[in-house]
């Protein structure tokens, strides 16, 4: 079977990480999204073809031409935008089989696939999509089931319990001639759920399969957060590959790659992942659900907690990163500081495409693209953004947001 993987989106909710490169490169856990894509869908195809276009080049130097054996084709997606146009990019490669169709941008664990097979071939379905119970809906397409089957899916219907649409299918190849005939939706997309639609109302069978694992889509920034947390949580093992000075006290789990050394009086708090070639301490304060890139550096009085840190980047001098996501080669400056909770102990709010949207969350701090250089003693507020290659000047309180290239003085 082959493995369609959906990476041709522009992932404008994620800005400033994806100023420059496609969303799902984006690491969580030291490891780009699509990697994990990759490894879960592994054992089920047998050839893999990425739907690319966005910053597409940079992918693929990421991901090369195969992947533990197996061959990746890339694919640029047809002119418009949805879901249903980039899988029906695909339609040269696809012979008479089944294949399956994963959006590249979510976290799932390798049982769903499995799971979605085990029903797509009892119940000799035309389709099959991976479901998974939710209280409230607000945010996803809502699966409407009768006994084995799909009636329908409906967009985001609002705060109503139900099952979710997770971005996971397996489409026999006449998915193909429904796309062809699926309208523009409000948005001015091509969706997947409206060709699947169509095939419902035209007596075509999908079914679909109830996945109770942890999966996130990763739409928003916090959403990086989460499933940083997640994937530390359940899935880091402790292992020191670097060096440890005396003096350093490392409670597990923790993951210390090869080439980091980590200097005395260093407190680390499991679960942490820190790559290879890093630099950590002396007297630094690492708290629990942190990833750390390869080569940073986080030095003296500096304390960081639940924090993405990407490679290159470094917190060297009396810095506090809270609840915040640093792109790649980013540089703050002494005591530069994130604030990470509101005054009034309100939810933080973050601008998302030019709408203000409620994160959820009472601790949000820094989101930092790549590329920028901060100086000293700047304060930045719950939830704001600095976007790639921006540079903020001394003293500044970063209490907006700030756009890619721009320098900041006061
Ligand atoms: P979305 O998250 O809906 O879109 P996006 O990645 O462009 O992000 P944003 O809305 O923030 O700009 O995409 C879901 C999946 O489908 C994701 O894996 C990217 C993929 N996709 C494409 O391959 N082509 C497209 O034209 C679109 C819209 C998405």
Redesign the pocket.
Known sequence: MKGVV?????????RPLTDDRP??MLKVANKAIIDYVFENIYPFVDEFIV?V??QKEKLMEHLGDEYGGKPITYVE?IE????A??IYSAIEYIEDEEFLAV????YFEREGIKTLLQSFRKSNADAALLVKEFEDLTHFGMVEVEGELVKSIKEKPGAVPGYANL?IYIFKPDVFRFIENTPQSQRG?YEITDTINLMIKEGKKVTYAVYDGYWN?I?RPWNLLELNEYILKNHLQHSIKGIVEEGAVILPPVEIGEGTVVRSGAYIIGPVKIGKNSKIGPNCFIRPYTSIGDKCHIGNAVEIKNSIIMDHSNAPHLNYVGDSIIGENTNLGAGTITANLRHDKGTVKVEV?GKLEDSGRRKLGAIIGHNVKIGINVTIYPGRKIGSNSFIGPGIIVDKNIPPNVLVIA
């Open positions: 959906l990476a041709a989106g522009k992932g404008e909710r994620l969303k799902v739907i276009r966005y997606q418009g935008e949805g879901t146009k980039a959006n590249g941008d979510i971005g997309e889509d739409g495409k």
